[in-house]
Structure formats: structure tokens, C-alpha cells
């Protein structure tokens, strides 16, 4: 419901909603940062863009959580003034998370030079920046009111940012048009595009998160696509991509949870609140469930029940069969995925603990609090508990008591869910690294250094790990000792965790791509686009990849190869040498960089910390 209110009015009040006035913008900032902030709000202002900043617009007698939980859910665009103070502020912190939740792009403004803090890192560590770090300010606040007034006229046509405001009008006119073809609907926020311009040069970052209409239809279940929304593309041996597709599903929102495919039914949760049941077969939608906010969960089912977080702090266990709730915990935080062993749910939670909760009631068995977030998936084998927390430690608990038995200390946050195989745990780190550490003590075995954050879960099939990193490449390493067998590049970061089955690797990248990769020499198999990043992790089930993308999209593809490939086998390269090589062509005459990929193959040696 909207509230009549006009310049003159203080407020209006209906039951518990506090009306304010509209607005476009809000602008978050630590209370040091305020010259700033004041700046920025005045040069937005001055150019017809409303804002919202307090304590400016919070008015007299009103609560000021409720005040700005209400200013936020009615902006366009939140403007975040970034430096050492708000990298740090509580208050910020839980303005971003809001903004997140309600699905408003977010414009980082960077005042100054400093790395992001775990909680910020979560929420908008993949988010392109403008940067005012040198003199003057005038001219970066030019640049911000060019790039707000993008954000705010999309779907207006014929709106476009004052020349003088950016620096490369050609550049972001071309986004702008692209931009503006973009439906809208009113229940939901679209997909940003965000442009941002550094010194003479200019360049375009595109920002997506797409949260649209969900292709309802009147009686309430998705609708069925039978046709793949992805682009057709020549694949491997020149067969069109789109007919890798075997059929595809379309939910509310983006697609970050990794599907569970159990006797016949995808379950999977999305950005629009909801988990899915969607039957293999017939490809239609047997039930959702709402949640009370999105759902980057991966469900685990397990003896007809399917347990499953959203960022509403709750985990929900639900019928199956129905999609009937049968219980549900709040932990007080976000909840990770869960891991369900032996008639024990575990979770982690933002909150800073993890839990060990009765998969049949829900019940409470015990709890323990780590020094951090706990966002990771934990890890249960042989009685033990492995999980790590972003305070950069590594846990192993006692499964029946909660007890710790170790705790081993990585550079930074680990939020790589811990893979456990012969012996050894495998997981990454913030701080670029692979690690293996022994799972009985804690104590290192390797660690291997990758050029970015590591986030995903470590693969371990036939003695090799796969693992992807920020820095857009997936690793091959030897188990045993960390050397590197080979590397894959992608166009972007890989986020989502690999799997590996039947001799070759799936993953998915933020360039938009699914990968099918030659376990043992990296040679792309085949490879799928998407129209969104894909960070859900893949399921591979009676030779069908099951994945989801930010495009709303469940794909369900074939799995097998569909014809020869189409790169050439690297040749593994000594440890002690670095080569960059370009790939011939392949069979059936492609190139990597006939599509814009450059194959680089080196070894690099592992460092030994313990044996």
C-alpha cells in the first residue's frame, strides 16, 4: 500500500507502517563518513534524484530501526559510502543485509583503499565499485550521479545520464539501451546494470541479479518451459548448444541453490522465497513452499523429508511427498545448508554457532559457538563434524556431543564446505589457499596457493582434487602431496563447488557457462551457456546434469559428451616451470580463443607444512 504525503508532511501512520516520503536513493554510511555522505546526498539531490539519509529524514518520535528497515524497502538504489569506518560498522552491515533481502542494487562509493570485511565480503564481494580515492571529489560525485540515474531510469526510454555527468557517454548510453528493454514488474526488483568510469578510460561493469515475475500462472503452480532459454551456440563437433537441454524449469528468482535429485524429483530453493519440487519425468511443478525471505540453501532429502535454510533465520523440514512443513528451527542467524547423518541435522548459522538438531522434531541435541559466521555447509564422517567459520578456523566437533577435538587455523575466512576422503579434510580459504589437513589431528599435510578466493568445496575423485577459485580457474592437484596436474580457465570467477563422476568434472562459472571437463587432462568436454551466472553447484543423476543459474532457470542437460571435443589435451608442464600456451585446435577445427578463452597450463609446486 502506498501513502499520499506531500513536502509538507511530517508523517502519516497507519497501525505499525510509518509512512515517509518517496524517495530513490538511501545512502548508507558510518556516522565519521558523514561530510561525505552529506556531499553525495546534495549532488543527487541537485540533479532531481531523491534521497534518503539520516538523521536528516528520520523524523521526530519515530523509532529509527522502523525507520530505516521502511527506508529501505522503498528505495531504488542503495548508495554505500565505503571506507575503514563503515567497512566495520554494525550499523551498516545490517543496512546492506537489508537491502540484499529485498533484492535493491547496491552502489559502493570508495572513499578509501581497504579490503572488505567477511561480513561486507558476503554480501557484496562480487559488486563492481566506483572509486573516489584521489582528488578532487567533486568529479567521482559527478560520476556517482551519472551511474545512480542509470540505476534509476532503467525502463524509463529516453532517459539517459547528463553527458557532463560520465566520462564515456558513448559507453553508457550502449548500456543504458540495452538496459532499458528490460521489462519491470511492480512486485519485484529487477536486474542493475551498473557502469562504472576509472580515470580517461571507460568501462562498463554489469551487475545482475535477476528477481523477476516467476512465470506464475493463474492457479498458482510455475510455469514449464519445454524450450531452453539459452542462446543456440555451436558446442562441441558444432552441435547446437540448446539441444543439450533435455527440458528446463523456471522459478521466481535466481537459482543459487544446488538442486537434490531424489526417486525422480528436483528440489531446489531460489531467491524468490520458495523451494521447488519439480517431477523429472513430466517436468512440471508438484509443489512449493514459501519461506519467509531467499533461499540460497541446498536442500538435503533424506527418508521422504526435505530439510532446507533460508536467509529468514529458520530451517524447515518439510514432507517430500507434500511440501507440508513439518517443523522448523530458528537459529537467530542465516542458516547454512544442511547435512543430514544418521537422524542428526546439522547447520551452521550467522549467528556464530553451529547446531545439532533431532531430524525428526527439530529439537535442540547441542550447540556450539565459533568466533564468526558459520556460512559453510558442515561436513559429518566417523563421528566427527568438520566445518569452518569466517573467525578463519577450521572446526572438527564430536557428532554426539559437540565437544571440539581440534581446531586448525587457515590465513582468513573458510566457508568451503570441508570434503573429507582418505583420511584427510580438503577445503579453501579466503586467503587463496587449498589446504589438506589430517583429519584425526588437525595438523597439515599441504596447501596450495591459487590466485583468489576460494569458496568452493573441493572434488575428490581417483586421487585428484578439484576446486575452483576467484581468480576464474578450476584446479587439478594431487591429493596426495598438492602438485598441481593441470588447470582450467573460465571468462570469470568460479564460485560454485565442482563434482566430480565418471571421469570427468562439472562446474559452473560466473561467465554465465555450465563446463563438462576430461577428469584427467582438462579437456572441455562441452560446455553450456546460461543467461545468468551459475554459483549453484551441479547434480549429476542417471547421466543428466541438474544445475540452476541467476537466469531463474533449473536446466536439466545431457550429460554425455554429444561428439568429439572440441580442445586439444594440455601437456602437463614440469613443476619448476611457468608456460602460458594457447591450444590448437581440435577435432572439429574450434579454438578456445576463437571464443575468446586463452588456455594457460603450468604446475605449480605445493608447500609442505607438516607430513
Request: hydrophobic share 40%; proline share 5%.
Amino acid at each position: 500500500m502506498t501513502f499520499p504525503v506531500s513536502a509538507e508532511d511530517d508523517c502519516l501512520r497507519e497501525g505499525q507502517r510509518v509512512c515517509t516520503m518517496a524517495h530513490d536513493v538511501f545512502i548508507s554510511y558510518a556516522v565519521e563518513d558523514k561530510p561525505t555522505a552529506d556531499a553525495a546526498c546534495a549532488t543527487l539531490e541537485a540533479r532531481g534524484m531523491r534521497c534518503w539519509i539520516a538523521p536528516r529524514d528520520v523524523l521526530p518520535g519515530m523509532d529509527y530501526a522502523q525507520a530505516l528497515v521502511e527506508a529501505i524497502n522503498q528505495s531504488r538504489v542503495m548508495v554505500l559510502v565505503f571506507s575503514s569506518r563503515s567497512n566495520h560498522s554494525a550499523h551498516v552491515r545490517r543496512e546492506v543485509e537489508r537491502a540484499v533481502s529485498v533484492g535493491i542494487p547496491i552502489l559502493p562509493f570508495r572513499i578509501e583503499d581497504v579490503p572488505l570485511s567477511p561480513s561486507l565480503e558476503y554480501f557484496i564481494g562480487t559488486v563492481h565499485w566506483l572509486d573516489a580515492l584521489t582528488p578532487p571529489l567533486e568529479k567521482h560525485l559527478r560520476h556517482l550521479s551519472g551511474t545512480v540515474r542509470l540505476l534509476l531510469s532503467r525502463g524509463r526510454p529516453g532517459e539517459v545520464p547528463a553527458q557532463e555527468e560520465l566520462d564515456g557517454p558513448t559507453v553508457l548510453r550502449d548500456a543504458y539501451e540495452s538496459a532499458g528493454t528490460w521489462d519491470r514488474h511492480p512486485i519485484v526488483r529487477l536486474a542493475a546494470v551498473l557502469a562504472v568510469v576509472a580515470g580517461a578510460v571507460a568501462a562498463i561493469f554489469v551487475l545482475v541479479t535477476v528477481l523477476s515475475d516467476g512465470g506464475q500462472s493463474e492457479s498458482g503452480s510455475a510455469a514449464v518451459s519445454a524450450t531452453p532459454t539459452a542462446k543456440p551456440r555451436l558446442g562441441a563437433a558444432g552441435v547446437e548448444r540448446s539441444s543439450r537441454v533435455l527440458w528446463d524449469f523456471r522459478t521466481g528468482g535466481g537459482v543459487v541453490s544446488s538442486p537434490a535429485v531424489v526417486d525422480g524429483v528436483v528440489y531446489v530453493g531460489s531467491l524468490d522465497s520458495y523451494v521447488y519440487a519439480v517431477d523429472v519425468a513430466t517436468k512440471e511443478q508438484l509443489w512449493r513452499f514459501e519461506t519467509g525471505d531467499k533461499v540460497f540453501s541446498s536442500p538435503a532429502v533424506v527418508d521422504g523429508v526435505v530439510y532446507v535454510g533460508s536467509l529468514d533465520n529458520y530451517l524447515y523440514a518439510l514432507d517430500a511427498a507434500t511440501g507440508q512443513q513439518r517443523w522448523s528451527f530458528v537459529s537467530g542467524g542465516w542458516t547454512s545448508s544442511p547435512a543430514v547423518v544418521d537422524g542428526v541435522v546439522y547447520i551452521g548459522s550467522w549467528n556464530t554457532y553451529i547446531y545439532s538438531l533431532d531430524a525428526a522434531t527439530g529439537e535442540e541435541r547441542w550447540r556450539f559457538k565459533t568466533g564468526d559466521f558459520v556460512g559453510g555447509t558442515p561436513t559429518v564422517e566417523n563421528g566427527v563434524v568438520y566445518v569452518g567459520s569466517t573467525d578463519d578456523h577450521l572446526y572438527a566437533l564430536d557428532a554426539a556431543t559437540g565437544q571440539e577435538r581440534w581446531r586448525f587455523k587457515a590465513g582468513d575466512d573458510v566457508e568451503s564446505r570441508p570434503t573429507v576422503v582418505d583420511g584427510l579434510v580438503y577445503i579453501g580459504s579466503k586467503d587463496t589457499y587449498v589446504y589438506a589437513v589430517e583429519a584425526a589431528t588437525g595438523q597439515e599435510r599441504w596447501r596450495f596457493k591459487t590466485g583468489g578466493h576460494v569458496f568452493s568445496a573441493p572434488a575428490v575423485m581417483g586421487g585428484v582434487v578439484y576446486v575452483g577459485s576467484l581468480d576464474n580457474y578450476l584446479y587439478a592437484l594431487d591429493a596426495a602431496t598438492g602438485e598441481e596436474r593441470w588447470h582450467f580457465e573460465a571468462r570469470n570467477d568460479i564460485l560454485a563447488s565442482p563434482v566430480a563422476v565418471d571421469g570427468v568434472v562439472y562446474v559452473g562459472s560466473g561467465d554465465n557457462y555450465v563446463y563438462a571437463l576430461d577428469a584427467a587432462t582438462g579437456w572441455e568436454s562441452w560446455h553450456f551457456e546460461t543467461s545468468g551466472q551459475v554459483r549453484s553447484s551441479p547434480t549429476v543423476v542417471d547421466g543428466v546434469v541438474y544445475v540452476g543459474s541467476d537466469d531463474q532457470y533449473i536446466y536439466a542437460l545431457a550429460a554425455d559428451a554429444g561428439g568429439e571435443p572440441a580442445i586439444a589435451t594440455p601437456s602437463p608442464m614440469p613443476s619448476s616451470t611457468a608456460t602460458t600456451t594457447t591450444t590448437p585446435a581440435g577435432p572439429a577445427g574450434a579454438t578456445r580463443a576463437a571464443r575468446g578463452f586463452e588456455l594457460r597450463v603450468w604446475s605449480r609446486g605445493s608447500v609442505g607444512n607438516g607430513s
